[in-house]
C-alpha cells in the first residue's frame, strides 16, 4: 500500500475513535455542566435546579420558554427581556435532538438520556419523602446547583 | 460641550440611575401599594396585619395557600410544595433582602397569585400581607 493511503487509514481511524467518543459524551458519568448565565441561574434556579441547557435540545427550550405563564402547572411567567436573554442562552447550549421527528419534549425526566441514566434507582427512592419529585436533582446529586451530577457527589437519601 | 460640563453631566446622569436602581426597603414597597389601593377602591382604608395573615393562611379555591410554600410561619424557612428546592424565609425580620425591589416583589406576586387564586391580587390585599409579615419578629 502506498505510504500516503497508510496514513489516510491511521488518521481516519483516529479520528473516528475521537468522534465515537465525543459523540457519546452526553452519556458521561461524572458530568460538569459548566455552561452558566446570571439570568438563567437567579430565575430559573428561584424555584428548582437550574438545569443544565445540555439536557433537552433547542426546540424543547423554545417550547417551555415560550409557556412560561403555564410552566407545569404553576406561573413562572418573566419579563420579555429576561424570558429572550435566557432562551437564547437556552438554545445557545442546549443538546442534540434525539427525537426529531416528535413534538419536543417537555420534561428532562421524559428524555431517553434521563430515563437510562436512572434505570438502576429503585422505586422506592423515588417514592422516599425526600425526593418527592424527579425534578428534585438536588435531593441525591447533592452538588447540582454548581452543575456537577458525577456519582462522586450522589448521595442517595435514605 | 465643554468636557467638564460633559463630565458632570455624565456624573448626574449616573447618580440618578444609581438612586433609581437603589434598593427600596419595606416600608416604600408598603406606601405604594397604598397609593395604588387608594386607586384601586376610594374605600381603601389601609392595611391590615390580620387581614394579611388570614390572607397568607388560607386557599383561596385552588389547592394552594400562599403558606403551602412559605408554611404557616414566615419567619422560617419555606419549601417549593413541588420541587423541595428551599425558600429563604419571607419575614423580613428573618431576610432582610425581602420586600427591597419592587419589580422582584411584582414579579412574585403576579406568579405567586395566579397560582394561587387564579387571578392577580389586588394592591389593597397584596398590603395586608405585606403588613403581616413586617410585623412579624423574631
Same mark, same amino acid.
Given at each position: 500500500m502506498h505510504h500516503a493511503s497508510k496514513l489516510f487509514i491511521a488518521a481516519s481511524l483516529v479520528l473516528g475513535v475521537v468522534a465515537a467518543v465525543f459523540a457519546d459524551d452526553?452519556?458521561?458519568?461524572g458530568r460538569l455542566y459548566t455552561a452558566s448565565h446570571p439570568a438563567w441561574k437567579t430565575e430559573c434556579g428561584g424555584?428548582?435546579?437550574?438545569?443544565?441547557?445540555?439536557?433537552?435540545p433547542a426546540r424543547s427550550w423554545r417550547a417551555l420558554m415560550s409557556d412560561l405563564d403555564n410552566h407545569f402547572g404553576t406561573d413562572a411567567s418573566l419579563d420579555p427581556q429576561a424570558a429572550a436573554d435566557i432562551g437564547a442562552f437556552l438554545e445557545r447550549n442546549a443538546g442534540r435532538d434525539?427525537?426529531?421527528?416528535?413534538?419536543?419534549?417537555?420534561?428532562?425526566?421524559?428524555?431517553p438520556w434521563f430515563v437510562r441514566e436512572h434505570d438502576e434507582v429503585p422505586a422506592r427512592v423515588w417514592q422516599s419523602a425526600k425526593v418527592a419529585s424527579r425534578s428534585n436533582c438536588a435531593a441525591c446529586h447533592v452538588t447540582a446547583d454548581q452543575g456537577s451530577y458525577g456519582e462522586g457527589s450522589l448521595f442517595i437519601p435514605k | 460641550m465643554n468636557p467638564l460640563l460633559y463630565l458632570f453631566a455624565t456624573a448626574v446622569t449616573a447618580a440618578a440611575v444609581t438612586i433609581g436602581a437603589a434598593a427600596q426597603t419595606p416600608l416604600d414597597i408598603r406606601q405604594s401599594l397604598g397609593a395604588a389601593a387608594q386607586r384601586e377602591s376610594a374605600d381603601f382604608a389601609g392595611f391590615s396585619a390580620q387581614r394579611g395573615e388570614a390572607f397568607f393562611k +388560607?386557599? /383561596?379555591?385552588?389547592?394552594?395557600?400562599?403558606? +403551602?410554600? /412559605?408554611?404557616?410561619?414566615?419567619l422560617a424557612a419555606g419549601r417549593h410544595?413541588?420541587?423541595?428546592k428551599d425558600i429563604a424565609p419571607m419575614a423580613p425580620a428573618a431576610n432582610a433582602e425581602r420586600f427591597t425591589r419592587q419589580a422582584k416583589v411584582e414579579k412574585w406576586f403576579r406568579r405567586n397569585c395566579n397560582d394561587v387564586l387564579g387571578r392577580p391580587c389586588t394592591a389593597a390585599e397584596k398590603g395586608d400581607v405585606i403588613v403581616y409579615l413586617m410585623s412579624l419578629k423574631q
Open positions: 452526553d452519556d458521561d458519568d424555584c428548582h435546579v437550574a438545569y443544565p441547557p445540555r439536557l433537552l434525539r427525537t426529531p421527528a416528535a413534538a419536543p419534549v417537555l420534561r428532562i425526566t421524559e428524555t | +388560607s386557599r /383561596h379555591g385552588r389547592d394552594w395557600s400562599c403558606a +403551602s410554600c /412559605h408554611t404557616a410561619n414566615p410544595v413541588k420541587t423541595h
